[in-house]
């Protein structure tokens, strides 16, 4: 017998009443489960993220980005204060970015974007990474082309370029500790930094070693399963977590990979109308062709960093054209190093140099666009792979070389930068700031070009 809600009392029979009833019951319960998932802040379904918080997130990012100290900036933004993507994931997105043409940094941000909301995504998050960057540096290259000189940038240039040795440090560290887990890791990030530092390779040298040797070590522990305890994958300490924590699924892996001819097709259109109308706009000037041009194959086919890209920007603009003499790319250079965003932002004083604004945008865009189109169009599948357990294997030791030749970046800014004891002072008091104290990047810098401005002036 059971008593319903208005107090009569009714038999549960195996007739259709009784049926009905228990139908009625089981809803009452999953509402009830649906309510209470609710209360506890697990939603059933993926909420988008707005396009308007990946740009705040994304100009956040670029205001505070030096060097490679964008990839530290982009970890914490991403992982810690949005928790849009794990550990995993972001490291993920790093290993694409590094074998990528072009800047990491803005292919980082490219990657990011489009996991989160496709090619919108992807085109918000780079356009907004780089905006700070693009307005700072055609500021500093209109003061430079009309007054001929600039005389706070050598005191900046000091102060701010010892800050980001402090700041890329702090990065390296914190890419080491969700890269860097196990014994195989640590061996793959020393292999790295040797293979650079000591033989001077490239990024393809690189991929294929340290790809090879991951997959080789994965088929081993396959076949002698003892070997586990080496690599470290079963037995890779965990760090304890809340309930909350080990329920919490992050807003990238919800998101939809755009995966099949359906999704591609329109993607590589898209990809094709655009670089159709910028071909169009750099066909309206001979100096804006020549520049677009060349900076369109620089931007596909070299490989390894920004830093890899200056020989050949250089080559280009003072040599091959005369756009700039050899002084005023130096000043580039120190421009470029002392705002946020990549080295590659040099494209934009070059370009204002030979046609303008006009001339500056188009030489951030076609620096650019080759890697951003490449990102969007491999982000899904390689996304895709990624998630097989084998492939995360492989792709951690890739991740850990990588890591380790950061390192080798660090010594080298290191040693044209810190020469003196104040900017080791300055070096370390950014790191320790940072590294310590709850404080965001920006103020960081800002408080560091102001006391560059005082220190060495």
């Known amino acids: 017998m059971h008593e ?4 009569q009392v009714v038999a549960e029979g195996s007739g259709t009443a009784g049926i009905a009833e ?8 999953a509402k009830g489960e649906h309510d209470d998932r609710q209360r506890e802040g697990v939603p059933e379904t993926a909420p988008r993220i707005a396009l308007r918080q990946i740009a705040q997130t994304f100009f956040l990012i670029g205001l505070a980005s030096f060097s490679l100290a964008a990839l530290g900036e982009a ?51 780079t356009v907004s990474f780089v905006t700070p960057c693009f307005f700072l540096m055609l500021l500093l290259s209109y003061l430079y082309l009309k ?5 706070f940038i050598s005191g900046l240039f000091r102060g701010l370029g010892a800050l980001v040795v402090g700041l890329v440090f702090n990065t390296i560290l914190n890419l080491a500790k969700s890269g860097i887990r196990t014994a195989f890791n640590w061996l793959m990030a020393a292999a790295g930094f040797a293979m650079v530092f000591c033989f001077q390779m490239g990024v393809f040298r690189i991929l294929l070693i340290a790809g090879s040797a991951s997959f080789l070590v994965f088929m081993l522990t396959r076949r002698f399963p003892q070997l586990q305890q080496w690599i470290g994958s079963k037995t890779r300490t965990q760090r304890p977590v809340s309930p909350a924590q080990a329920d919490y699924v992050s807003a990238c892996s919800r998101a939809p990979l755009p995966l099949g001819w359906r ?11 655009i670089l159709i109308v910028d071909l169009l706009v750099i066909h309206t000037r001979p100096e804006l062709m020549q520049m677009g041009s060349r900076f369109l194959r620089i931007g596909a ?10 020989p050949f920007i250089q080559d280009c603009v003072v040599r091959q054209f005369g756009w700039l003499t050899d002084q005023q790319f130096a000043v580039s ?30 030489g951030m865009i076609n620096m650019y666009f080759p890697a951003w189109a490449a990102t969007t169009v491999v982000a899904a599948p390689y996304a895709k792979v990624g998630q097989a357990r084998h492939m995360k294997d492989v792709m951690s030791g890739i991740v850990a070389a990588f890591i380790g030749t950061l390192a080798v970046v660090l010594i080298r800014l ?3 930068t810190l020469v003196d004891a104040a900017s080791i002072a300055m070096a370390a008091g950014a790191f320790a700031i940072q590294r310590f104290v709850k404080i965001d990047t920006v103020w960081i810098v800002l408080g560091g070009a102001l006391v560059s401005l005082v220190v060495f002036h």
């Open 147 to 151: 007054y001929g000189t600039l005389p």
């Open 414 to 416: 290191a040693h044209g």
């Open 301 to 310: 086919l070299v490989f390894g960093s920004g830093y890899a890209m200056l």
């Open 263 to 273: 999704k591609t097709l329109p993607l590589i259109f898209y990809l094709s109308l």
């Open 333 to 362: 250079l120190a421009l470029s190093l002392i705002t946020p965003g990549p080295v590659t932002i040099i494209g934009v004083f070059i370009g204002y140099k030979v046609c303008g604004v006009v001339g500056a945008l188009t």
């Open 22 to 29: 228990r139908l009625v019951e089981s809803h009452r319960e």
């Open 4 to 7: 319903n809600s208005t107090g």
């Open 75 to 125: 970890k914490q933004w991403v992982t810690q204060k949005r928790k849009w993507f794990t550990d995993d994931e972001y490291m993920q997105g790093l290993g694409l970015a590094q074998l990528l043409p072009g800047a990491p940094t803005v292919n980082l941000s490219s990657y990011l974007g489009f996991r989160l909301r496709g090619l919108p995504g992807a085109a918000v998050a």
